[in-house]
């Protein structure tokens, strides 16, 4: 986790100072809302840099340059450069870098930290999370029609339509619908009470490599798309246990639980 918190605080400084220069560069990727600047790239870049000479050999999985996994039992680093590209992209300051060291695809340690507000999320497998060093612990929420529900959407717009009119039919049965835009501190926010639960279909490892482990040692249920006990294809679930089995069934009978184009 030290190694994650001081090369994520070099990351951090490099996206925010980089900006004003950054959201003139900017390219797409799966479509036209799917911007990536240079901030992402030359961020990458810091962090694939300094992993190599902290930790020389291990493998680093990243958003804009992806790379190897690693072999069975080897720490594999999984980069967001910037999550919530497009919040970043726009000056809305909910945007985060990612890092997280996984082991066999499960994440170990975590270190999601907020350039603008200068706010660190960390975690230790079995040891706990922290913001700004104080433990996380997910809210006491027991009610699914009183629970506050983050989610988010992809960039294509068939896709975004089946994602949409999910949330809509999950929206009368809970309090109400946030959505951020950074899947990482969406799921920080669960292991913060500052929301009651998140579910996203679409997520890519290291939109939740960070966020989920920071999460799950608050206490929060996660369901990832990768793990034996995913609740459907390309879903990131996670909740306080109060409301989790009311939210699995409500998402279920929203039609976020399946196959999506
Ligand atoms: C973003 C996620 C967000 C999701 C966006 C996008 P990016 O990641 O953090 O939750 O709704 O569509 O995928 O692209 O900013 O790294």
Redesign the pocket.
């Known amino acids: 986790m030290d190694v994650a918190v001081s090369v994520a605080r070099e990351a951090a400084a490099l996206a925010l100072s980089s900006r004003p220069s950054a959201i003139r560069d900017v390219d797409t990727k799966t479509s036209k809302t ?3 600047t240079a901030a ?1 790239v030359a961020v990458e870049q810091l962090v694939r840099s300094r992993l190599e000479e902290l930790r020389p050999g291990e493998p680093v999985f990243g ?1 804009e340059t992806g790379g190897a996994m690693a072999e069975p039992g080897q720490v594999c680093w999984v980069i ?9 992209l726009y000056g809305l300051p909910w ?1 985060a870098v990612s890092l997280a060291a996984q082991i066999d695809g499960i994440s170990v340690a975590a270190a999601v930290l907020e350039p603008e507000t200068g706010r660190e999320w960390t975690a230790i497998r079995g040891e706990g999370s922290w913001r700004d060093g104080v433990s996380l612990r997910v809210s006491d929420a027991t009610r699914l029609d009183m629970a506050l529900i983050s ?5 294509r717009a068939e896709r975004r339509e089946r994602q949409a009119a999910a949330v809509a039919r999950l929206l009368p049965k809970v309090r109400d619908i946030r ?8 799921l920080c926010s669960v292991a913060a009470g500052w929301v009651d639960g998140y579910v ?1 279909h ?3 490892r ?2 939740w490599a960070g966020g989920a482990l920071i999460a799950e040692e608050a206490g929060a249920e996660v369901h990832l798309s990768t793990g034996p006990d995913a609740l459907g294809p390309d879903l990131t679930f996670c909740a306080t246990p109060g409301i989790a089995d009311q939210l699995s069934v409500a998402i279920k009978e929203a039609g976020l639980t399946e196959e999506m184009p």
């Open positions: 799917d911007v990536v992402d958003e967001d450069p910037i999550d919530g590209t497009v919040n970043y945007y989610t988010g959407f992809g960039y959505r951020p835009g950074s899947a990482s501190l969406d996203e679409g997520l890519s290291w939109d």
